[in-house]
T-cell receptor, first 111, second 116 residues
Framework: DAKTTQPTSMDCAEGRAANLPCNHS???????VYWYRQIHSQGPQYIIH???NNETNEMASLIITEDRKSSTLILPHATLRDTAVYYC????????????FGSGTQLTVLP | GAGVSQSPRYKVTKRGQDVALRCDPI?????LYWYRQALGQGPEFLTY????????KSGLPNDRFSAERPEGSISTLTIQRTEQRDSAMYRC??????????????FGPGTRLTVT
C-alpha cells in the first residue's frame, strides 16, 4: 500500500471547520483513501473512504485531488469531542486486507 | 453485543508465562483482525481471518505468537513465553465481509498487556 504523509499536529477552534491534509503521491489506480480517528485510548473509528470522487457522510467530507496524490478530510463544525489522532490510510482493493497506520495527525479542538 | 468485545481488558503477567487474549467480533462479521499498538504509535497489523481461515499472518513478530478462530467467530491470540517487549495494547477489529471495496473495520476496546 502507498505511504501517506500527514502533519504531526493541528489546532482548530471549536465550531470552525477542521481541514486535515494528507499526501499520498505514490497512490496507484486501485487504491482507496481511508480515514480513521482514535480518541484518547479508544479503538480507532472509521470516518470515511473514497477512490477518486469526493465523498460526504454524517461525520465528514473527503476531498481527493484530481491526480489523487493528496486528499483533505474536512470536519465542517469541529467540537471538543473531535480532538483525536486522525489517520489517513491508502489501501488496495486486492489481497492486502489490513490497515497500515502511520503516525497520524493529532487534532486539538480549542474552546 | 453491539460492538467488538475483548477480554481481559487488562492483563499483567510475569515474563515467561503464556497468555491468551480473546476477541468476540460483531455478530455476522466475516473478517477478524488482530493489531498491536505501542504507546504513541498507530496500530500495527498482526494477522487476520476470513471465517475460520487465517488469511495472512505476516505481521506476527515471531513463532511465540499464534492466533486461531476455530468456528469462525471468537478468536484467540496466544503469546507463549512472554517477554517484556510484548507489553502493548492488543486490538481486535472485525468487518462485515471481504470484497473488492471492503466495509470499514470496527475496533474493540483492546487488551492492555503488561509483562513484568
Amino acid at each position: 500500500d502507498a505511504k501517506t504523509t500527514q502533519p504531526t499536529s493541528m489546532d482548530c477552534a471549536e465550531g470552525r471547520a477542521a481541514n486535515l491534509p494528507c499526501n499520498h503521491s505514490t497512490i496507484s489506480g486501485n487504491e482507496y483513501v481511508y480515514w480513521y480517528r482514535q480518541i484518547h485510548s479508544q479503538g480507532p473509528q472509521y470516518i470515511i473512504h473514497g477512490l477518486k470522487n469526493n465523498e460526504t457522510n454524517e461525520m465528514a467530507s473527503l476531498i481527493i485531488t484530481e491526480d489523487r496524490k493528496s486528499s483533505t478530510l474536512i470536519l465542517p463544525h469541529a467540537t471538543l469531542r473531535d480532538t483525536a489522532v486522525y489517520y489517513c490510510i491508502v489501501r488496495g482493493s486486492g489481497s492486502a486486507r489490513q490497515l497500515t497506520f502511520g503516525s497520524g495527525t493529532q487534532l486539538t479542538v480549542l474552546p | 453485543g453491539a460492538g467488538v468485545s475483548q477480554s481481559p481488558r487488562y492483563k499483567v503477567t510475569k515474563r515467561g508465562q503464556d497468555v491468551a487474549l480473546r476477541c468476540d467480533p460483531i455478530s455476522g462479521h466475516v473478517s477478524l483482525y488482530w493489531y498491536r499498538q505501542a504507546l504513541g504509535q498507530g496500530p500495527e497489523f498482526l494477522t487476520y481471518f476470513n471465517y475460520e481461515a487465517q488469511q495472512d499472518k505476516s505481521g506476527l513478530p515471531n513463532d511465540r505468537f499464534s492466533a486461531e478462530r476455530p468456528e469462525g467467530s471468537i478468536s484467540t491470540l496466544t503469546i507463549q513465553r512472554t517477554e517484556q517487549r510484548d507489553s502493548a495494547m492488543y486490538r481486535c477489529a472485525s468487518s462485515l465481509k471481504p470484497g473488492r471495496e471492503e466495509n470499514e473495520q470496527y475496533f474493540g476496546p483492546g487488551t492492555r498487556l503488561t509483562v513484568t
